[in-house]
């Protein structure tokens, strides 16, 4: 049993979800293409050889630091929506690292991403493979006042 909103009864914060998922991650990638052009030019760029790796590493300690801090990346912020565990908790810095890397892992396997992004549009939580994994689930921000 978790303590997460019923997606039969709460729907809300569920609808669209996937699709801000993916444009999170376009702002996200963005940011941190960004972050590293500016990190490689301040190396007199030197760190333009190894581009992609220094991307990587910016993609990683950038997704853990602002998903520890908010619970959310800026491109999940900017599309409305948060990570939440079982208990319905903001994530924590251990569970955003786990996340984290166990997105990195399926990056790394192809047929591992397309199955996660299958799951995310076909499960009732909209839940990818690392957040079925976790027992994680990315969900729209109730509205502040």
């Not at 992609?52 to 602002?66: D, E, K, L």
């Not at 990570?83 to 892992?105: I, S």
Request: cysteine-free.
């Amino acid at each position: 049993m978790t303590r997460l909103p019923d997606p039969k009864t709460q729907a809300d914060f569920y609808a669209d979800v996937p699709i801000k998922r993916l444009l999170a991650w376009g702002v996200d990638v963005v940011i941190t293409l960004g972050l590293s052009i500016v990190i490689a030019l301040l190396s007199f760029g030197i760190f333009f050889w190894i581009f992609f790796a220094v991307w990587a590493v910016v993609s990683f300690v950038y997704r853990v630091v602002t998903i520890t801090s908010g619970s959310a990346t800026l491109g999940m912020r900017f599309a409305g929506i948060e990570f939440r565990t079982r208990d319905g908790l903001p994530f924590d810095g251990a569970t955003a690292l786990l996340h984290t890397g166990g997105t990195v892992l399926t990056f790394g396997f192809s047929f591992l991403h397309v199955i996660s992004m299958i799951m995310m549009v076909t499960t009732a939580r909209g839940q990818g493979l690392v957040d079925m994994v976790l027992g994680t689930v990315a969900i729209n921000r109730r509205g502040r006042m």
